[in-house]
């Protein structure tokens, strides 16, 4: 156990968790426990039975998130179950509060059943304004989030969509110091779970938003087995690498993270510790940017990417420079979200969040190729575009 794990835990002890439930308004009078309880609360709940969208306005509601979890994928913990996740959910709710104003709580489901959880969310929905999914494995997260869709509220899953967004936002600053187009850009992914799968699927469809983006185009992701094809037998048993299969490797390839890390312009981990080496990096495009972000240890470690050549090199780590950071999305796109009153996350505030993050480096540069994670100015930032986004344009795709 490292020395911030012992801290922490003394830290969480002495606190008693991150968070606390607290009143707006102190109840020191007769009368306001009459207007916050009984009998003046009856007119509010008549209220809001005769037109459900009051409760936006005479509730919590209009600025209240659930952060639901499985504890099927916590952190790099794996699925340590849902008691064990609360201090990351707890974690997170304080970020949104402090970022972004949000009040969140978690949600900690004893249930891996794809059903049993769609159920539970659409049964908790009356009081929330969004749903945060969170640290839930694939294939369900994708199962989970697809079921969701139509629930009347803006439903993300952090582990797909945030890590893709601060992944495009780095990529977009880290081409630009390298003097390459994205378009131009042959990109090697390697994890082909929830973070892999969103950041392939947003790489290769920026075309489609309004402000008409140029898509990377050549995209080859791998997994524990190699570079996923369409002819590999266990891909063309799993629908969702299948799926991945048909929208990558446009030159079907095939072979080893190695091979497939051969003549590449950006290698992106979302994966497991130590299985990139200096020789991959040295095969590697001119100017290579490399991030990757496993954590708690990542695919290669800084100084080693760094000694093989790597221009820019980023990861999820706080002791680095460089750190791509899902704080530095999800507080502001749910901010947008919510201020917006969207009833679902739009491609197009995806992306408008994505170019926000990376138009807020104050001093681009290879040390620094995203915001502070403690500039709190960020997350309004982008809540402005992602808000604007959803009200220029409604409609999912």
């Known amino acids: ?14 606190h008693g968790g991150k968070l606390n439930v607290e009143p707006k308004f102190k109840v020191d009078s007769t009368h306001k426990l009459s207007l916050a309880y009984t009998p003046g609360v009856a007119g509010v709940c008549t209220a809001i039975a005769k037109d459900p ?24 913990l794996g699925n340590i179950g849902a008691t064990a996740a609360i201090p990351v959910m707890e974690g997170k709710a304080l970020l949104f509060k402090e970022y972004a104003g949000i009040d969140a709580f978690p949600i900690c489901i004893e249930s891996q059943n794809t059903d049993e959880i769609v159920n539970i969310i659409k049964n908790i929905k009356p009081i929330f304004a969004g749903i945060n999914l969170e640290d839930i494995a694939a294939p369900r997260c994708f199962d989970v989030e697809n079921a969701l869709y139509d629930i009347g509220i803006p439903v993300f899953h952090d ?39 969103a950041i392939s699927k947003l790489l290769l469809s920026m075309n489609f938003s309004n402000e008409n983006k140029k898509s990377v185009k050549d995209i080859v ?7 996923i094809h369409e002819s590999r037998p266990d891909v063309i048993q799993n629908p969702s690498k299948l799926d991945l299969a048909n929208k990558t490797n446009r030159n079907n390839v095939k072979g080893t993270l190695s091979d497939a890390m051969s003549n590449a312009d950006v290698f992106i981990g ?39 050549g790597a221009f820019i090199v980023g990861t999820g780590r706080s002791d680095f420079e460089n750190q791509v950071n899902n704080v530095l999305a999800f507080p502001g796109i749910f901010r947008g979200a919510l201020d ?28 620094n190729i995203l915001p502070d994670v403690l500039d709190k100015s960020v997350p309004l930032i982008i809540a402005e575009k992602v808000k604007s986004a959803y009200l220029k344009n409604p409609n999912r795709v």
């Open 1 to 14: 156990m490292s020395n911030f794990e012992e801290e922490s835990i003394s830290f969480h002890r002495l």
């Open 53 to 76: 969208k009051l409760a936006y306005e005479l509730t919590i509601k209009k600025n209240t998130v659930a952060i639901v979890t499985d504890g099927s994928a916590v952190l790099g």
């Open 159 to 197: 582990d797909q969509h945030g890590t893709a967004i601060v992944t495009l936002a780095a990529l977009i600053n880290s081409a630009k110091l390298a003097n390459k187009s994205l378009e131009d850009l042959k990109v090697v992914i390697n994890g082909a779970g929830a973070a892999g799968s």
């Open 221 to 227: 992701i791998c997994d524990s087995k190699g570079i």
């Open 270 to 308: 979302v994966s497991i510790a130590n299985v990139v080496t200096k020789e991959m990096i040295q095969k590697m495009n001119k100017n290579p940017i490399v991030l990757p972000m496993a954590n708690p240890i990542p695919e290669i470690m800084p100084d080693l990417a760094k000694e093989a």
């Open 340 to 367: 917006a009153k969207a009833t679902y996350f739009t491609h197009d505030m995806i992306i408008a969040a994505a170019f926000s993050l990376a138009n807020s480096v104050k001093d681009l540069n290879v040390h």
